[in-house]
């Protein structure tokens, strides 16, 4: 026989008041052949990492009256930008071309005539990965200066890195063995012992990252921190 209780059933039977965490719970009791009772339980764990990488494009637009100097323009800037992040020490595997398209365009003149002049657009972004993250900012003004003129970003990575995911890995074992003891208490019984548990994955969660710009110092950008974020489905049984 297969009872399904979710935790209203169980907080009537409580009657206190409990942790949000403890709300959002679902669990499924089972009465087996030998007539022990068992409950399916998720736990939740997370564990603080520091920001690994971020990803950023640097894009040049570029304009001229032909398509060829449209093109040479802007393979001008693109390759000071390069040269720039291989000053600062960002390896050419961490550059790529991400865009390069080439069009017919207009825009106004800029005396007061106000005329119209026909030419060609040439736009060429560049995904740049930055693994040290302290110079982004230092970096993203030096593209500037060498002629970027379409900045976005930053993206972060959301690989959990191992050691970060012990301790996120013990908080979730932690989280399901005080649910079990809850929902046992609930029922008057006893945790026994686990039966199964089985490792729901982990990954990191990027939080916003700031970024101001000081007229004295440049751009500064605050990565913040990431948060891995771990679960486990363990199998408990109880006992009167």
Do not use: C
Not at 102 to 110: E, K, N, T, V, Y
Not at 125 to 147: E, H, I, Y
Not at 169 to 188: C, M, N, P, V, W
Not at 207 to 222: E, I, S, V
């Amino acid at each position: 026989m297969d009872i399904r209780l979710n935790h209203k059933h169980f907080l009537a039977l409580a009657g206190v008041a409990v942790a949000p965490w403890l709300i959002a719970a679902t669990i499924e009791a089972t009465t087996t052949a030998d007539n022990a009772t068992r409950i399916d339980i998720v736990g939740y764990g997370s564990a603080p990492q520091p920001v690994q990488l971020l990803t950023m494009s640097a894009g040049v637009e570029t304009f001229d009256t032909s398509a060829s100097g449209a093109m040479t323009a802007n393979s001008t800037a693109v390759a000071a930008i390069r040269r720039d992040l291989a000053r600062y020490g960002v390896a050419a595997n961490d550059v790529r071309s991400s865009q390069l398209s080439l069009q017919p365009s207009s825009r106004s003149d800029d005396s007061d005539r106000g005329r119209t002049i026909k030419g060609f657009r040439v736009v060429h972004t560049l995904t740049v990965t930055f693994r040290d993250v302290g110079k982004t900012g230092a970096v993203m003004d030096t593209l500037v200066a060498a002629g970027a003129n379409q900045i976005n970003g930053p993206r972060f990575s959301s690989e959990a890195r191992p050691e970060i995911l012990g301790p996120a890995r013990l908080a979730a074992i932690r989280d399901a063995e005080q649910r079990a003891q809850f929902y046992a208490r609930a029922l008057g019984m006893k945790v026994k012992r686990v039966v199964t548990m089985h490792d729901g994955g982990g990954y990191a969660t990027p939080q916003p990252a700031l970024m101001r710009l000081d007229a004295g110092n440049g751009t500064d950008l605050a990565p913040g921190q990431d948060q891995v974020q771990v679960s486990v489905v363990a199998q408990y049984e109880l006992t009167r």
